[in-house]
Structures are given as structure tokens and as C-alpha cells.
């Protein structure tokens, strides 16, 4: 992906951000991006005075009608207040996330690809999916409809583009990447974190912290642009809110929603599977188990798992040797359902979907997603929990290069939230006017 080619292909243009005013408390701003935020963090976070929670994730409460009058009111407030500031000409930005993985993502990372902590840097701009630039940034998994009706709702009621799209490009030399560090004043290979270059935003969100700097000498701005025209990206992270701007073009509200361009290849960013749980209240085990002997005739319980790490560690000797495939766990019950051997990364997730919406009928609005194989055992082992007493689905781990094989080669989507690419950008950190790249 993103090698150099002599037509332009992504079109990034500079934009009139919004983000928190340096006299505010940016940390008191900011929340983590919609999609991830529970009901209770939603709570929480939404005490916070013009917190970005307050008009950009939908309670499960209200129609989305209702979501989107009250988000719109709440911004226009939330603006007045001078809390947030909209600079005075177009410019990039450069967002920056440093963070140290929690533990039950530290335990899924390969000893040796471990480190204390990491850095990712994005470029920030307005993406213009108008002609072939916008054929030229491929998504790798399918949405659901009504979440994406949500985005288009919200950014026909509100006019703005809210947490950038995180999509990925490949340079070999990592010339690009290295570019916006010289600009910073960064030494990420020097585990030289301090920009020498002040942040506009500089904001603490449950462990990681989140930077921004405006890039706004004009040959820079030129020299980045070009840069950018030369690249194919990979959508990592917002197939949602990026489906959602397609959905708008085509029914003639053309929208340039905000996009942080990161180097597919960077070791500060993490690809891993979503994990699923499916709630005994939805479908037993027993059932599960049943169908899983039927259509997976290998199927066979093997040795219960001692811990979180020992289903990691099985998942990632599948990884090493090949096999497709993935664990179905309840309660001290484990069973591999394996599928033949693939290069595509894909296949895990497609093989799991086609048995639950298939052959048990499931849709995948029933199942929960989790980030991590302790994080699923934990949910199905928990007294009152949603999923207490169901089936964990674990899945091996995924890795990017196979990813945008197939999103650029065979173009086959992979299933709902397959994907968890971290870090994650936060909401209220920067975002724009929809219908205005300038």
C-alpha cells in the first residue's frame, strides 16, 4: 500500500479546526471517541460542563432524532462558551497520542514487540472524497446501517466533521512520518518524546495523552499536501463516520469529514481482533455447542485454559503456523473450530459469522465486542453482566499488511467490527466544519 505513483490519489486539505481553548482544561474536554464510551462513562463523562460527550455520542435513551436536536444545542453552547476556539485560517494539524497499553492489551503484544510505552503521530486534514481521491482510501469492513444513519444525522444537524477518521499509508522508508517528527522537533526513534515545537492541546485521557500542533507555514502545508497526493490510505479506525460522508455525497451534501493519516506500519500502532461474546440470554451454550459439533466436525474440547495469557498464547501459535480458525469457551469448557488454512486474514471472522448469522440465525447486533481474550472471559464470568454465563468467541491476532491485501485486492469487506486498531483518537480534541475543507 501507498507506494508512489505519478497521479494524485488522496486529497488532504487544510482546514479551520476547531479544538479546546488554551485557557480551558482540555483534559475536562475531551472524552473517548463515541463508539467505545459505555453507558456509564457516558454518565460520567457528561457532567463535565461542554464536554465533548454531550453532543457527539448517542444515549441508548434517546431516538436519534432526539440525539440530534439535543447534540445540536449543546455544541452551539458548548461553542459560546469560548471553551473551544476556531483558528483563524486553514491549516494542518499534527495529532499525536502517547500512551502505555493497559494490561490486557500488553498481554496480547509479543514479548518482543513490547515497549514501556509509544507514541503515534498522525497528519489532520480535511479529506476530499470527491473523484478519485476518494476511490483511493479503501475501507476493510462492513457497518452497521443504522450507526451509520446516526453520523449522517448528526453531521447534517450539528455541520461539523467530529474525531478524525484514522487511515493508514505505507512508505517503505518511513520518509513521511519522519518528515512530521522534523517538523515537531521529535525523536520517537530516541525515545524522545518533548516536542520542541509548542501543542496547541496537550490533554490526559484515562492513561494515554493526547497532543495537537498546527502546521500552517505555507510550504509546509504545499510540501504535505503533495506528499499526501501520492499515497493510498487504508481506513484503520471511523468506518461509520467515513461511510457516513460517502452515504451524504451521494444523496448531494458533499462533506470533507477530518482524517488522521498514520504510517500502516508503525509500531506505535496496534492491530487487534475484536473478540466476541455472545449472552446466554440470546442464544445457551449448549445450543452453541451443538451447532459448532455440526458444522465444524473437528470440533473437539481440548484442555481448559489456565488463564487469559494461555488463550493468548494458543491464539497466537494458530497466528504463527497459519491455521484459521477460533475458540468457542463457556464456563471451564474449550473448543477449537477449525477452519482449512488461509492467507486471508479475513477468513477467521468470515468462517465465525457465517456460523452465528447463518447457521443460529444471530444478528450481529447481539453479540458484544470485546478487546481482549481476559477482557472476554472476565464478561462471561461476571455475576449481573451482560454476558454472564454466555459463549466467548476468541480469535487469533490479526496483522495489517493482510489486511490491505484484501481491502485492495479481492475489496471482500470483513465482518463487523473485525478491527480494533490502537491507539484511539479522543472526541473534543479537534474537529471542523463538514462542508468547508478551508
Known sequence: MGELREVPLVELRPVRAWHPNRGADPSALICPVYDTLSEEELERYGHRPHNASQFVPRPRSLSVGEFTARAAARLSVALASGDYVQD?????????????????????????????????????????????AGREVAMHERTFDDRVEERVALTRATGMSFAPIMA???????????????????????????????????????????YLWRVDD????????????????????????????????ERGTPVRPLAMLVDGRDRALRVLPWHRVLPASVASPERVLTAARKVFPSTAAVRPLDSSADAV????????????????????????????????????????????????????????????????LARIATPGDPGSGGTAFLLPPLHEPGIEARAFGTGAMMAHKSTMFLPKVAEGVVFAPATDGT
Open 168 to 210: 493508514g499509508y505505507h512508505l517503505p522508508d518511513h520518509a513521511f512520518n519522519d518528515r512530521l517528527e522534523s517538523l515537531l522537533g521529535i525523536d520517537r526513534r530516541g525515545l524522545a518524546f518533548h516536542a520542541r515545537v509548542p501543542s496547541l492541546v496537550e490533554a490526559g485521557l484515562e492513561g494515554t495523552t493526547h
Open 88 to 132: 483563524p485560517e486553514p491549516a494542518f494539524y499534527v495529532y499525536g497520542i502517547r500512551y502505555v497499553p493497559p494490561p490486557d492489551i500488553l498481554e496480547t503484544i509479543p514479548t518482543g514487540e513490547r515497549r514501556r510505552e509509544y507514541l503515534l503521530l498522525g497528519l489532520v486534514g480535511a479529506l476530499d472524497l470527491a473523484d478519485r
Open 313 to 376: 498464547e494458543r491464539l497466537h501459535e494458530w497466528h504463527r503456523s497459519g491455521s484459521r480458525g477460533f475458540l468457542i469457551v463457556h464456563g471451564g469448557e474449550v473448543r477449537e473450530a477449525q477452519t482449512p488454512p488461509s492467507a486471508d486474514v479475513g477468513a477467521d471472522f468470515d468462517r465465525l459469522h457465517e456460523f452465528l448469522e447463518g447457521e443460529l440465525g444471530l444478528d450481529p447486533h447481539d453479540l458484544l465486542f470485546v478487546r481482549s481474550p481476559s477482557a472476554a
Open 218 to 249: 505555507a510550504r509546509a502545508v504545499a510540501e504535505l499536501r503533495e506528499r499526501v497526493r501520492r499515497l493510498r490510505a487504508l481506513v484503520l479506525d471511523g468506518h461509520h463516520r467515513f461511510t457516513a460522508a460517502r452515504r451524504s455525497a
